[in-house]
């Protein structure tokens, strides 16, 4: 078997680590640019006159510090290497920087670095760590705010859908049943616990998620992933209810849970499988 030479590895964990950096942008600035734009529009619909605010996007302002805004030299942005040059602190103010910034750089270069070993260096390849990579922002997001955004959902459905097209023609009825499947699953189970307890278990997010999921696995790893994604969030919320009781009662946001099973399944989807049938078996 052909091996990626040394330098390939680097130069994968390397663009993995930079686009990492990139999804903290979006991570940290999408979630603000929604509720401004939700505001203005709840303002319009009162006939309230608009918001001026600075100009907010994804490219503007550049990088600063949250706390004193002094605007971080590109020496100190550089993925990694800055948060720990700077002990994970603010140069100006010496505030500590989230540890969020390191890890989702860090899980950018890993997730390459898997794809790469398990999928090669393919057009599909690329896919597939693209929908990686978005699963990880719609984890951190939904994790911070409880909020998994439209804007990211949806595109990751018809991509799903777009990848069966392209590279497994004869999945796409399976992905289409999939998207169906995974949306409406979850929404009976939100209406069958609102009717039973009165709460609203989930959000209209976590369907989206796990509709946009089995568009690109196919209705058939829909029942192993609610295995996974409901498992593990279990495990965690005890843990975390046993480790800090003020916990008890908080909620529990569900899209990391169905995005890291989300992970599994792209990664080592099959040989997953084969394992989750020979139990059944």
Not at 69 to 93: F, M, Q, V
Not at 140 to 168: C, E, K, S
């Amino acid at each position: 078997m052909h091996h990626p030479p040394i330098i390939l590895w680097l130069i994968v964990l390397l663009i993995g680590l930079c686009l990492g950096s990139f999804l903290n942008v979006v991570i940290a600035r999408l979630p603000v640019m929604l509720m401004r734009g939700w505001r203005n529009e709840a303002r319009e619909a009162l006939e309230l006159s608009a918001e001026h605010s600075p100009r907010f996007n994804l490219a503007t302002p550049g990088s600063m510090c949250p706390r004193c805004e002094t605007p971080i030299a590109w020496h100190d942005n550089l993925p990694l290497i800055g948060w720990i040059k700077r002990r994970g602190r603010c140069a100006a103010c010496n505030t500590p920087i989230s540890l969020q910034y390191p890890l989702v750089e860090i899980a950018g270069g890993l997730l390459a670095v898997a794809v790469l070993a398990l999928h090669g260096l393919t057009a599909e390849s690329l896919f597939i760590y693209g929908a990686c990579l978005v699963l990880l922002v719609l984890a951190v997001i939904d994790f911070r705010t409880q909020l998994l955004p439209d804007v990211i959902t949806l595109p990751l459905l018809w991509a799903g859908l777009l990848f069966q097209l392209l590279f497994q023609p004869l999945m796409l009825p399976s992905a289409v049943i999939g998207a169906m499947v995974g949306y409406l699953s979850l929404w009976s189970f939100y209406w069958l616990f609102k009717l039973v307890t009165g709460k609203e278990g989930m959000g209209y997010g976590d369907f989206k998620l796990l509709a946009a999921l089995g568009a690109w696995l196919g209705w058939s790893f829909l029942p192993l992933m609610l295995i996974l994604s409901a498992g593990i969030g279990a495990i965690v919320g005890l843990a975390a209810q046993a480790c800090s009781p003020r916990l008890r009662g908080a909620p529990l946001p569900f899209g990391p849970f169905l995005a890291l099973a989300g992970w599994v399944a792209l990664l080592v989807g099959d040989e997953i499988m084969a394992m989750y049938l020979n139990l059944l078996m």
